[in-house]
């Protein structure tokens, strides 16, 4: 109870903490300890499948993983912002007849179990909470209204923050930009070769797939011009 609570505060806390969001790396490492059969969780904003911006994870594993959603396009996490419902993937056998790339990352990464949950509120959809465990299994009945309940305590918190930001004319997000790069990349890539960015955001994506490569990696390649633009031309 003593844990549920601690993390009821830190999302309720969230929109009064300025910075560069601390508060989501709290409430994502309090959801951990909260939410009975998790090993991690992150919080990703979605502008669209292909837009998206890492918020806060509880560690490095959870952001690799988020990576690869965002690399292959698919995933709980883009699924779940898609249909707007909770996906819970129980074990990868689940995951693997939606998704081949992403369960074949995942398997390598460790993961056994996947539960995501959009981050909205009546029409409006900000993103997901996902939440990720090395070992398959269902998320119990009261975990899961649980991390329910905390997806929409974090949207609620950003929201709240968003109004009072939109008042003050305050910069709320000065630190976000986790794919910033990739967009600096695309437009690079859309540039040089003519196309446009949606067309350059998929050629970016497809050479990140067939190097083995998150799309942030390549993209940081790119800008730094250890990768040639003309050879994603192709």
């Known amino acids: 109870m003593e ?10 806390d969230a929109a009064g ?18 939410v009975p059969g998790v090993d991690a969780a992150a919080v990703t904003l979605r502008a669209t499948e ?3 911006d890492l918020l806060g994870a509880s560690d490095d594993w959870a952001a690799a993983l988020e990576d ?3 690399t292959l396009g698919e995933g709980p996490g883009v699924a779940a912002f898609r249909t707007r419902e909770p996906v819970l993937v129980d074990s990868l056998d689940i995951a693997d007849q939606h998704w081949p790339g992403f369960t074949d990352a ?4 460790g993961m056994g179990a996947a539960f995501a949950f959009p ?4 029409a409006i959809i900000l993103g997901t909470l996902d939440l990720y465990r090395r070992t398959p299994g269902a998320l119990a009945g009261r975990a899961r209204a649980d991390a329910a309940g905390f997806a929409d305590l974090i949207t609620l918190a950003l929201l709240r923050r968003n109004e009072q930001t939109h008042v003050s004319g ?10 910033h790069d990739v967009n600096i990349a695309t ?38 011009h250890r990768i040639d633009v003309d050879d994603l031309g192709e």
């Open 119 to 122: 981050l909205q509120f009546g």
């Open 170 to 179: 305050e910069d709320w997000l000065p630190g976000m930009g986790s794919y």
């Open 106 to 109: 995942a398997q390598t990464l």
């Open 50 to 52: 292909t837009a998206q």
């Open 17 to 34: 903490v300025p910075g560069q969001h601390v508060w989501a790396l709290s409430v994502c490492r309090n959801c951990v300890t909260a």
């Open 3 to 12: 844990d549920r609570r601690s993390l009821w505060h830190a999302v309720a």
């Open 187 to 224: 437009g690079m890539l859309a540039a040089r070769l003519g196309i446009s960015l949606g067309d350059a955001f998929t050629r970016l994506r497809g050479h990140a797939f067939l190097l083995d490569r998150t799309v942030l990696e390549l993209a940081r390649d790119v800008i730094a």
């Open 68 to 70: 690869q959603q965002y």
